[in-house]
């Protein structure tokens, strides 16, 4: 999404602020936002580490655009049942430079207190963290598992969602609807999914919770200015998070299918919590014509009130390239990553 468009539906809620406030009815407006800044470096200059589908990637050399990014929020409330909320963040993706882009512009009714409704660009729950996967200060490693996270490039969704929770003895069932249209402009393609449908099942008890999804959609693939022909695809998804007495799982295993094979990934990350500090460990691994394992160690500091210091270091395994953009002729892994990383809030 351009810059200006960008702009444009971060000023919306601002703008209907103003407009309500000349009525005489101000409503509530809260500008938010988070980021990550990070330096992120290997054992190798072969290939470049990279999170999916970025263009550019880290070296030996450390670099701040793996994984770093800055986000800004505009939540405005129209009245006792309408809402307004635009989101924008910055990071590098389709090309090595930084950009913006308009992940979220979507208008919410409270249709009750179980039910709700969100019409525009919506998140795409696809995963466990699909509404704060770019969130890092909302997460306990310093990214999620590249061989989970690879497999759906896109984060939003263009069309409408529909939540409804239900309270099931001491938990809470919440079932989440979605369709619409997906596009993500990555690096030297375009993925689009048409006709998406998503079907989300999240049963909160206590600390546990456990969720179960799946999309189906046709997606069109644009490589270097070429259409390929459309293909149905289907994701399916489980994930498991628990924080309990100190102690934090989180585990998600994944199929997606298309192109006539599946991939399959799965991580399980573990950790426990000494006052602020929180070490932790995962392991995940990909399965299909792209393969690749990675073994994490890391620790999350909540030094301040609102941010926290991490660090990791991955043993990532590819299977031929795998994940890594640019490999060399010859290269092979395993592959070493390491870095640090400062999450905020505001």
Same mark, same amino acid.
């Given at each position: 999404?351009?810059?200006?468009?960008?702009?444009?539906?971060?000023? &919306?809620?601002?703008?209907?602020?103003?407009?309500?406030?000349?009525?005489?009815? %101000?409503?509530?407006?809260?500008?938010?936002?988070? !980021?990550?800044?990070? &330096?992120?470096?290997?054992?190798?200059?072969?290939?470049?580490?990279?999170?999916?589908?970025?263009?550019?990637g880290?070296?030996?050399?450390? $670099?701040?655009?793996?994984d770093s990014?800055?986000?800004?929020?505009?939540?405005a $409330?129209?009245?006792?049942?309408?809402?307004?909320?635009?989101?924008? =963040?910055?990071?590098?993706?389709?090309?090595?430079?930084?950009?913006?882009?308009?992940?979220?512009?979507?208008?919410?009714?409270?249709?009750?207190?179980?039910?709700? +409704?969100?019409?525009g660009?919506?998140?795409?729950?696809?995963?466990? +963290?699909?509404?704060?996967?770019?969130?890092?200060?909302?997460?306990?490693?310093?990214?999620?598992?590249q061989e989970?996270?690879?497999? +759906?490039?896109?984060? /939003?969704?263009?069309?409408?969602? &529909?939540?409804?929770?239900?309270?099931?003895?001491?938990?809470?069932? @919440?079932?989440?609807?979605?369709? !619409?249209? /997906?596009?993500?402009?990555?690096?030297?393609?375009?993925?689009?999914?048409?006709?998406?449908?998503?079907?989300?099942?999240?049963?909160?008890?206590? %600390?546990?919770?456990? $969720?179960?999804?799946?999309?189906d959609?046709?997606?069109?693939?644009?490589?270097?200015? =070429?259409? &390929? %022909?459309?293909?149905?695809?289907?994701?399916?998804?489980?994930? #498991?998070?628990?924080?309990?007495?100190?102690?934090?799982?989180?585990?998600?295993y @994944?199929v997606?299918?298309?192109?006539?094979?599946a991939?399959?990934?799965?991580? +399980?990350?573990?950790?426990?919590?000494?006052?602020?500090?929180?070490? #932790?460990?995962?392991? !995940? $691994?990909?399965?299909?014509d792209?393969?690749?394992?990675?073994?994490?160690? !890391?620790?999350?500091?909540?030094?301040?009130?609102?941010?926290? =210091?991490?660090?990791?270091?991955?043993?990532v395994?590819p299977? *031929?390239?795998g994940?890594?953009?640019?490999?060399?002729?010859g290269?092979? *892994?395993?592959?070493?990553?390491?870095?640090?990383?400062?999450?905020?809030v505001?």
């Amino acid at each position: 999404m351009k810059t200006k468009t960008l702009a444009a539906l971060l000023a &919306l809620p601002l703008a209907v602020s103003t407009a309500r406030a000349q009525e005489g009815e %101000p409503p509530a407006v809260k500008v938010s936002g988070f !980021g990550t800044g990070a &330096l992120t470096w290997t054992n190798t200059n072969d290939a470049r580490f990279a999170r999916p589908y970025q263009a550019g990637g880290a070296g030996t050399k450390p $670099r701040t655009g793996v994984d770093s990014n800055v986000g800004l929020q505009v939540d405005a $409330r129209v009245n006792d049942w309408l809402s307004l909320t635009g989101q924008g =963040i910055v990071r590098k993706l389709e090309t090595d430079a930084y950009g913006a882009t308009g992940t979220l512009a979507f208008a919410k009714a409270k249709v009750s207190d179980t039910l709700a +409704v969100r019409v525009g660009r919506v998140p795409l729950a696809a995963f466990l +963290v699909s509404d704060y996967r770019n969130v890092g200060y909302a997460n306990t490693m310093l990214r999620p598992s590249q061989e989970v996270y690879a497999q +759906v490039p896109n984060d /939003s969704l263009d069309g409408a969602d &529909l939540d409804w929770r239900q309270e099931v003895g001491g938990s809470t069932l @919440t079932t989440q609807v979605a369709y !619409g249209r /997906s596009t993500a402009k990555l690096a030297g393609e375009t993925v689009t999914f048409t006709n998406a449908r998503v079907v989300n099942f999240v049963l909160e008890h206590g %600390p546990f919770t456990l $969720r179960l999804g799946r999309d189906d959609a046709r997606m069109v693939l644009k490589q270097g200015g =070429i259409e &390929l %022909p459309q293909l149905k695809v289907s994701f399916t998804a489980a994930g #498991f998070a628990m924080d309990a007495n100190d102690v934090v799982v989180q585990s998600e295993y @994944t199929v997606a299918r298309g192109f006539g094979a599946a991939s399959k990934g799965w991580y +399980v990350m573990g950790g426990y919590r000494f006052g602020k500090v929180l070490p #932790f460990a995962s392991h !995940g $691994r990909l399965t299909g014509d792209v393969a690749q394992r990675t073994d994490s160690v !890391g620790v999350r500091w909540d030094a301040f009130r609102s941010a926290d =210091i991490k660090f990791q270091v991955d043993r990532v395994r590819p299977e *031929g390239a795998g994940l890594f953009n640019q490999p060399r002729p010859g290269f092979r *892994g395993p592959v070493t990553v390491g870095a640090v990383a400062v999450d905020f809030v505001f």
